[in-house]
């Protein structure tokens, strides 16, 4: 998630409350939740995003979640979503 996708990062980040957000980087997950380490100019934060189907259990379901997580990202900030 990190390495290919750093520009989704930050879009995610943008769209779940970090407009000014500068980096990005996905920390962990769980079942229920993903987690980001932002950078703004404020500092660094956490940002918590629930999984739009939590709660998952398989790790293949991940990748899945992520791209629901983005094309919500891409609805929030009114943007149309690539193809994944």
Same mark, same amino acid.
């Given at each position: 998630?990190?390495?290919?996708?750093?520009?989704?990062?930050?879009?995610?980040?943008?769209?779940?409350?970090?407009?000014?957000? !500068?980096?990005?980087?996905? !920390?962990?997950?769980?079942?229920?939740?993903?987690?980001?380490? #932002?950078?703004?100019?404020?500092?660094?934060?956490?940002? #918590?995003?629930?999984?739009?189907?939590?709660?998952?259990?398989?790790?293949?379901?991940?990748?899945?979640?992520? #791209?629901? #997580?983005?094309?919500?990202?891409?609805?929030?900030?009114?943007? !149309?979503?690539?193809?994944?």
């Amino acid at each position: 998630m990190n390495d290919d996708h750093l520009a989704d990062n930050v879009l995610i980040a943008r769209a779940f409350g970090y407009p000014e957000v !500068t980096a990005s980087v996905m !920390t962990g997950f769980d079942g229920d939740v993903a987690r980001w380490s #932002v950078t703004d100019p404020a500092g660094e934060h956490e940002l #918590v995003v629930p999984w739009p189907d939590a709660p998952i259990s398989e790790r293949p379901q991940v990748r899945g979640s992520v #791209v629901l #997580v983005y094309r919500e990202a891409c609805a929030r900030l009114g943007l !149309t979503p690539r193809e994944h």
